[in-house]
């Protein structure tokens, strides 16, 4: 396999290429009179020679004393010296060449003084100028490289962040549904059966909920109604379940496990609480541009929010993982002694 020429190395040839067409194409148009003498070629190509040399030199300077933005201030002594050294070294370089080969008009000869004194005002600027284009590259070039690690990082934390959020669901609803089956270990071993039946399938559905980001809520409804089904075991007549679910909606994307937990908190904060039991209410509907998704239980809103349990909190953190600010999530008392928590995810793009 070939070996990739680096891009500096082909913008210093390109560049240098180009400042000697620059030269010839305003000598012919300006001043044909030099174009047309025996050593215009001859010093053209000397200078380009030696500029290609003298920055390549310069770049080793920064690379050396470690300059490059953003500058810091103890530094910028050390970056003008280097490239007035350069400066010097270029013109006087340039200048003592000429000398020697004899490349200029006998007749309007000047000093070597002089000359290497004119290159020094006149071939600084392409010093200056080619410094302040390899500053602007790099520049751009870690700006760009900061922000794609930045991205990588961002998305390397969001995705750790999801499998610690899921990895703290699973055992937190394992626990609850191992406690209801104990419940029922003495009391009815047949009941007991078929909770632990139940608990089967609702495991076999999460487990498969680890490798995915979001699924339908078909799915999630699905494993929703065996953990009712499970508690129903528990609780018996008082535990009511109501579902108002517009079957369009069926097929949108949400966190796996998301609604399961929420279900799981009005059982425990809710429904739990109540002597009489209660009812638990889901709803799924379109409201605009999105997919508003409640959960309705009996009971009352605790006024500490470090008592209703790690649910709420791994929803807000996911919902915001997922969506950004496009999703929305709220928990709250409504009138007739009932708790909702709605979500509102916004509709998936197909």
Request: with cysteine.
């Amino acid at each position: 396999m070939k070996k990739k020429i680096s891009p500096y190395w082909l913008c210093q040839i390109g560049g240098w290429l180009f400042y000697g067409l620059t030269m010839l194409f305003f000598s012919f148009v300006f001043d044909q009179k030099s174009a047309y003498t025996p050593y215009f070629y001859k010093r053209l190509f000397i200078s380009i020679l030696f500029g290609f040399i003298f920055t390549n030199l310069l770049r080793e300077a920064f690379i050396g004393l470690n300059v490059k933005p953003p500058i810091e201030k103890r530094k910028w002594l050390l970056l003008s010296m280097a490239v007035l050294l350069i400066c010097i070294l270029y013109s006087l370089s340039n200048s003592a060449i000429v000398e020697w080969a004899r490349l200029y008009d006998p007749k309007i000869k000047v000093s070597f003084e002089k000359r290497a004194l004119y290159n020094f005002f006149f071939d600084s600027p392409i010093i200056l100028v080619w410094s302040s284009i390899y500053f602007v590259w790099h520049y751009i070039e870690d700006s760009r490289s900061s922000e794609v690690e930045k991205m990588r990082l961002e998305s390397l934390v969001k995705e750790l962040e999801l499998k610690t959020i899921k990895s703290h669901i699973n055992p937190h609803f394992i626990f609850n549904a191992l406690n209801s089956i104990r419940a029922l270990v003495d009391e009815n071993p047949q009941r007991a059966r078929t909770a632990i039946t139940e608990l089967s399938n609702i495991l076999r559905s999460s487990m498969q909920a680890e490798k995915i980001e979001t699924a339908t809520l078909e799915r999630e409804l699905n494993i929703v109604k065996d953990y009712l089904a499970l508690e129903y075991i528990r609780f018996e007549d008082r535990l009511k379940v109501e579902y108002d679910i517009d079957e369009d909606t069926l097929d949108q994307p949400i966190p796996p496990m998301m609604l399961q937990t929420l279900v799981e908190n009005a059982i425990k904060h809710g429904i739990n609480n109540e002597v009489s039991g209660g009812v638990i209410k889901i709803i799924s509907a379109f409201t605009e541009n999105s997919h508003e998704l409640i959960v309705q239980n009996t009971g009352k809103l605790s006024k500490d929010p470090n008592t209703d349990g790690f649910g709420i909190v791994s929803t807000e953190n996911r919902l915001n993982l997922l969506f950004g600010n496009k999703a929305y999530f709220e928990i709250r008392s409504l009138r007739n002694h009932m708790v909702e928590a709605k979500i509102i995810i916004p509709l998936s793009s197909k």
